[in-house]
């Protein structure tokens, strides 16, 4: 597999397809890998795929030392293909201005990454090459792909509160989870602006919550749940918890999986004059 | 709190300019009594209303906040509510998801001739988050730091009255 990606990246390279390859490349050690970006056909060698490939490479994008490399090619996994869908749904990248070379994936990380136990997308859904074997993806039952968050919304009330507040509590307001994500992609940030201040910059509980919520509800209806927000977070804040239970919200109620169907509407610019509304008085 | 005994909660209305405001109007024209516990906020429309200004609310010591606009179908601008609709539909499950109370945070539509449901519908807030008692969860969070509680919306001594001159 790696070889054939090596190959095709090199191909792509020499006849001037794109000008960038981003993909994974070794790290320091064999558990870990790195980000590579690959502009010369002779270095494809640097490229590399095994189960330590976790993270999602779109984030790459949205940043503007990236940008300037010229048109990429984008090594995917399944899960990371749908960002591109919302971020193609979303007009931020066109889908001309990308090469896709999708990678069949069966789980990142060791142990099992969480966002694995529930995939449904081993094959992506959009791709310009795919590399390894087209498998069949079969969509798994609502339930299943958020039973992650049956403990916690089984929590009381009081629980609930106690437990993200001391989550909470640990945020030093690095904004990693908001860097890193390919989907926060504002030139400005919410927290960045002052006139008025919405959002308590400093590291304090009040700015905390309000900073977390916020971010989590910025991303309703969009987050694929890709954890990367939790992975980079330095004080090991569940966040992905938060998008999950979005995602979940934004399924339940308006039956749409964010980068799954590309034909579908992006749920939180339309409406239906059908929606829930039991909770309105 | 100055005065435990007597908790009278702060109540936020967040309301649109078109129904449910000329609906509170028209509550006053009527000379319908409510509890005075609520601070109206004029909005344009429902649609205009960023969550973030609810979690403000709180963040600055409300203890309940209505949000309120025109019945669906019936919005100024024709689809403000119903894309506000959309955000509280995940908005409401996340503030609960985060530990805060569901009665804390309500929804209604409001039009401009029911001044009736007006009355009705702030009492029973108002009622449901007096049995609740004060935000405390949020509250505590404020007074930590050299900070203490943020400016503006500070809990005064006489929380019932109207302060308007």
Known sequence: MIEALRKKAEELLKNKTVSVVFGYGEGSTPERTRPVFITKPEEVNKLTWNKYCVYNLTTYLKRQETRKLGKPAIVVKGCDARTLIVLMKESQIKREDVYILGV????VGDPLAEKCKACDVHTPRIYDDLIGEKGENKELPFDERYAELDEYENLSEKEKWEF????????????????????????????????PQWIDP????????????????HLAGRCINCEECQRV?????????????????????????PGYNI?????????????NQDFVR | ????????????????????????????????????????????????????FLIKAFERGAD????????????????????????WNVFKPLLEFCGI?????????????????????????????????????????????????????????????CECK
């Open chain 2, 64 to 87: 309940g906040i209505l949000v309120s606009g025109c019945h669906p179908g019936d919005c100024h601008y024709n689809s403000g509510n119903y894309h506000a609709r959309r955000r």
């Open chain 1, 263 to 275: 034909d579908d509407e992006l749920a939180m610019s339309t409406y239906n004059e059908k929606d």
């Open chain 1, 233 to 257: 977070c330095p004080v090991d804040i569940p966040l992905n918890l938060l998008n999950k239970k979005l995602a979940k919200e934004a399924e339940k109620n308006f039956n749409y999986r």
């Open chain 2, 101 to 161: 109370n569901p009665d804390r945070i309500q929804f209604s539509w409001i039009s401009a001739a029911e001044g009736g449901k007006w009355v009705e519908t702030i009492n029973s807030v108002i009622d449901a988050v007096r049995v609740l008692g004060p935000f405390e969860g949020y509250q505590k969070i404020n007074a930590i730091g050299p900070e203490g509680p943020g400016e503006g919306f500070a809990p005064s001594s006489d929380t019932t009255g």
């Open chain 1, 202 to 217: 400093s590291a304090h509980a009040r700015g905390n919550l309000s900073w977390n919520v916020t971010r989590a509800y």
């Open chain 1, 164 to 195: 993200w507040q001391k989550q909470f509590e640990k945020c030093i307001k690095c904004y990693a989870c908001s860097n890193i994500c390919p989907l926060c992609f504002c030139d400005r940030c919410i927290v960045e602006k002052n006139q």
């Open chain 2, 1 to 52: 709190m100055s005065n435990e005994t007597t908790f009278e909660p702060r109540i936020v209305a967040f309301l649109c300019n078109w129904c449910t405001y000329a609906g509170a109007d028209l509550a006053g024209t009527g000379r319908k009594q409510y509890q005075a516990n609520v601070r109206i906020i004029k909005l344009p429309c429902t649609g205009g209303i960023d969550p973030l």
């Open chain 1, 104 to 107: 069949s994936c069966d789980g």
